[in-house]
Structures are given as structure tokens and as C-alpha cells.
């Protein structure tokens, strides 16, 4: 599999590792995937008051472009409102990193990630 | 570019320079470059010669006559011509064949094919450890059974299957008995005579020999008719029609040869890497040998690293030359039908890796891989959201995951 350059620098440097404190009600937490089908990711926001995020961190169990597609989100929407988060579109990650076809699901699982997340962080915050 | 260390020799593996030299003997004008089969003119004879050579090489790996090797392209075909050939022959006998599951594609594939035209197969499901036992082969075997087709080595967990106590179930039924040896010739001793074998898969690649060359091992006595499957100008006694390649045929027999002199000290030795390569990585947690400890060629060791996904450890190993039990690096995204079929979990399928020492692998190399896999295993737990829960306890098969 020959990947592009964003995805192994993403993949050799992941950005945003970690876990915040899930019981915060400013943390809103996505897990999607399944072992079973090679991937999981985690993703987690903190946001303020407003709805802006102001940290992301994520841990990703699956394949290099699973791994660049959640280490790239992280980056993207720290600092976007949760309502911005949620429009970002698989398409937009698989192009950022130019993902081969057969690795657009990990794209699309980023995007689950991060709406499953904002989900999570609106029924803390009942909005 | 610096080459990453090989540790894929159950893939391929390269041509031992001795046997290249001698290839080249049979290429240009002033070499045996004649049709093998012209019998008019001493081109033809020295070529002929050549090859008869190489046919004795090949066939005493095995204590077989060299009357009962028949040359084909590689083991793939010689899989094909020994069931489809074997099974079409004994139609009116029946059309039941026994199989494992576990068997190469090239086993596997032609299997299926007679299906569609109509027989019936058993595929039998491996023990924990990847061994096809004797017991299950008996309890297969049918009336209208006329085709077993076990394989002595398996390719991604090296287990060696009791090839002889097989041999003898089938013989004493009177089915016939193919085996795809590939993976052993040269790895662990064979006997055609000892292990009641009636047909027998080589391919020349796995043994330092050059691709493109494997032979089939027929028997004479009792005789084991087959049906051709390519049809041409007769050659190999009507069992395989086509000029014969003699550089190729060459190579495997010098390969046969050399491998045959160096199977008890390469044992020993690639036995003594193994054993280094998994004391260097064991004492990590949550690290699994796959396949049996004890009935395997040392040579291929496939190991489960838990809650690490396979492709992005190849990925981290790119300093390794090696294969994952997960097919992620193809275009599907199923894990290894081998691993399954242990009844391996999809994770610890997905997570495994095969190593397999060759001829050329040292002792530093074995250090560097364990180094390199004991880092890259390390990274990649960090990053993984499955080492932190099962860190924290949780019973991962507990989970309730969203499939996608």
C-alpha cells in the first residue's frame, strides 16, 4: 500500500494523542468502529461555554490512513464550534489526505467520530 | 535506500547464487540451450541430460524415482494437475474429495472449481494448533471419497501436519493422497514410501530455486493415473505437454540438491533464530503464538500482538519485510481464512504478523526485528483506545461496537 506523505507524516507524528476526563460535562467523547472490522477511534472535544472546542485528543486502533484520518480531525476542529465540527464532510479528510479508495471508510469513520462526539458533549450540556 | 531485513522466505525466497550460475549454463550458444526433446542432434541430448539430472536431484528430496516427477510451472499448477487430473481420472469411482480448510489458494481454488462441475467436497476444519489430525481425515472419508488433498506445511503458521499416519488412512481405504508440499521440501525430511504419498506438490521458489518451476511427484507403484490438463506434444510421459524449461528445470534441481545437503544444519540454525526471535518478543504482554509450538518447521513463526491492528504494525515495521494475517493491504478487508479457521478472533487475526527465517537471516537481523517490533508494538499501544480499556478492565468482548 503505498500511502501519500500526509498520511505517514500524520501516521509517524501523530498529533493530539491522549484521553480527556470523560466525566467532564465539557467533554464529549466518540467511539466508533469495531475490532472486528480493523478499526477504532476515539475521539474526544472539550468545549467551552460557547460551543467551541477547545481541545481534541484522540487513540485510534486501526490501519495508517485510520490513524492520519483522526490525527488530521483533531487538528481540524480545535478551535471550530461544535456546530462547525459536525459539517466536516469523509470527503474533505480522504482529499486532505489523498486516500486511496479502499481506505475511504476510514475517512467516513472520522466523520462518525466527531459527529458521535458532538453528540455526546450536547446530551452532557442538554442542548 | 536502505533494504528492509527479509523475513518473508515463506513468500519467496531468493536464488542461491550456486544454482543462478548454473542456470546460466543453459541459456546462450555456448551453453545446453537445446530442445530437450530433440533427439535428432547433441544439442537436444545435453539439454536432455541436464534434465534428467535435475529430475534425479528433485526426486531423491523425496526417496522417490525420477520416473515419477512430472515438471510444471510451479506448485500451483502442480496442485491443479494432481486434483483436477486425479479426481477427473477416478470419475466413475466417485466424486468426493477431502480437503482442509487451511489449504493454499491454489488447493483451495481448484477445489472449488470441481465443485462447480459437479463434486463434492469435505473441507476439513484444523485442531487449535492448525493440525489436520489423522482421525479427522478417517471420519471424512466416505464410499464414493476418491481424492485427499492435505497440505505437510502449512504456509502462514508453519505447523507440519503428520503426513505418514495420513497416508496411511487413505492407503488403507485405497483413496488416493496429494499433498501440497511447497513449504517443506528442503525444511523438514520427506518420504514418499514412508508417508504412503501417491501424489506430491514442489515448486522451486520456496527453496532458493528460481520461480516459474515446480514439479509434481506422481507414483508408479501402485499407479497413480491422472488426467493432463495441458495437452500438446506429450511431453513428461502425457502428464504436462510444453518444451521444458531446461535453465528453470536446472535451477530446481540444483536447488533440490543443495537443499536436500543443508536441511540438517539450516535446521538447526534457522531453529536457533526462531527460538531467539520469540524469547526477544514474549515477555511483552498479551503476546500470542499462533499455530503449534511443537509440530511446526522452524522457519515460519506467526504471532498475535493484542489490541495492535496488522497493517498499521506492517506499517511501523517497514524496516521488516514481512506478511500480516490481516489482508487489509489488499483490497478486502478480511483476515486471514488461516487464522480463522483456529478460530482465532477477527482482532487477533487482524493483529498477527509472520515471520518467516530463510537461509540468508543472521543473528543481528533477529536482534534488529526484535528491537524494531518491540518499539513499533509499543507506539502503536499507546495510540490504541483498545490497550487503555483493556488496561482499565473492561471485557472488550463486553462492548456493544457500532459495525460499519
Known amino acids: 500500500m503505498a500511502y501519500s506523505d500526509k498520511v505517514i507524516d500524520h501516521y509517524e507524528n501523530p498529533r493530539n494523542v491522549g484521553k480527556l476526563d470523560d ?51 483533531t487538528e481540524w476542529v480545535k478551535g471550530k464550534n461544535i456546530n462547525d465540527a459536525e459539517q466536516i464532510k469523509n ?18 469513520l472520522a466523520e462518525d467520530a466527531i459527529k458521535a462526539a458532538v453528540r455526546d458533549v450536547r446530551g452532557k450540556q442538554g442542548i | 535506500m536502505t533494504m528492509p531485513i527479509y523475513l518473508d ?3 519467496t525466497t531468493p536464488v542461491d547464487p550456486v544454482v543462478a550460475d548454473k542456470m546460466m549454463e543453459c541459456l546462450t550458444t555456448s551453453g545446453k540451450f537445446g530442445n530437450p526433446a530433440s533427439r535428432s542432434h547433441v544439442f537436444g541430448w545435453e539439454a536432455e541430460s541436464a534434465v534428467e539430472e535435475a529430475r534425479a536431484d528433485v526426486a531423491s528430496i523425496m526417496g522417490a524415482d525420477p520416473r515419477e516427477i512430472v515438471w510444471t510451472s510451479g506448485a500451483t499448477e502442480a496442485n491443479n494437475l494432481a486434483i483436477k487430473g486425479c479426481a477427473h481420472f477416478n470419475v466413475r469411482r466417485g466424486k468426493h474429495i477431502v480437503t ?38 478417517s471420519e471424512a472419508i466416505r464410499q464414493d471419497t476418491t481424492v485427499v488433498s492435505i497440505m ?11 503426513i505418514a499416519s495420513i497416508g496411511k488412512v487413505c492407503r488403507d481405504r485405497k483413496i488416493f493422497f496429494h499433498v501440497d508440499a511447497a513449504q517443506s521440501a528442503g525444511k523438514t525430511p520427506i518420504d514418499v514410501e514412508e508417508m504412503n504419498v501417491d501424489m506430491m506438490s514442489f515448486s522451486a521458489h520456496k527453496l532458493y530455486g528460481p520461480k516459474g518451476i515446480g514439479a509434481l511427484y506422481v507414483r508408479r507403484k501402485p499407479r497413480v493415473r491422472i488426467e493432463a490438463q495441458i495437452h500438446g506434444g506429450g511431453h513428461e510421459r502425457g502428464m504436462r ?25 539450516e535446521t538447526d540454525r534457522i531453529t536457533r533464530l526462531r527460538h531467539r526471535l520469540w524469547t526477544g518478543v514474549a515477555d511483552m504482554e498479551e503476546v500470542y503464538l499462533n499455530g503449534s509450538a511443537q509440530q511446526s518447521v522452524p522457519g515460519i513463526i506467526n504471532i498475535s500482538f493484542a489490541f495492535v491492528e496488522g497493517e498499521s504494525l506492517i506499517m511501523a515495521l517497514r524496516d521488516l519485510a514481512v506478511s500480516s494475517g490481516s489482508a487489509c493491504t489488499s483490497a478486502s478487508l478480511e483476515p486471514s481464512y488461516v487464522l480463522r479457521a483456529l478460530g482465532l478472533n477477527d482482532e487477533m487475526a487482524h493483529s498477527s504478523i509472520r515471520f518467516s527465517i530463510g537461509r540468508y537471516t543472521t543473528e543481528e537481523q533477529i536482534d534488529d526485528t526484535i528491537k524494531k517490533v518491540r518499539r513499533a508494538v509499543g507506539k ?11 488496561k482499565d478492565g473492561i471485557d472488550l468482548n463486553q462492548v456493544e461496537w457500532s459495525a460499519h
Open chain 2, 9 to 11: 522466505y515463506a513468500s
Open chain 1, 91 to 108: 470527503t474533505e479528510i480522504a482529499q486532505e489526505l489523498a486516500l486511496p479508495p479502499v481506505k475511504i471508510h476510514c475517512s467516513v
Open chain 2, 152 to 162: 505437510h506445511v502449512n504456509n502462514e503458521l508453519g505447523t507440519r501436519n503428520d
Open chain 1, 23 to 73: 466525566t467532564s460535562k465539557f467533554v464529549g467523547t466518540g467511539m466508533v468502529g469495531a475490532p472486528a472490522c480493523g478499526d477504532v477511534m476515539r475521539l474526544q472535544i472539550q468545549v467551552d461555554s460557547d460551543g467551541v472546542i477547545e481541545d481534541a485528543k484522540f487513540k485510534t486502533y486501526g490501519c495508517g490512513s485510520a490513524i492520519a484520518s483522526s490525527s488530521l480531525l
Open chain 2, 241 to 265: 505437454s510444453g518444451t521444458l524449461a531446461t535453465h528453470q528445470i536446472v535451477g530446481m534441481g540444483e536447488a533440490f540438491r543443495l537443499g536436500r545437503e543443508m536441511l540438517g544444519s
Open chain 2, 380 to 390: 502503536l499501544r499507546e495510540l490504541s483506545p483498545l490497550w487503555d480499556m483493556f
Open chain 2, 100 to 137: 482442509s480448510r487451511i489449504e493454499h489458494k491454489a488447493v483451495l481454488d481448484t477445489c472449488r472449481q470441481l465443485e462447480r462441475e459437479g463434486f463434492e467436497l469435505t473441507y476439513l476444519d484444523p485442531d487449535a494448533s492448525g493440525l489436520i489430525q489423522p482421525e479427522m481425515v
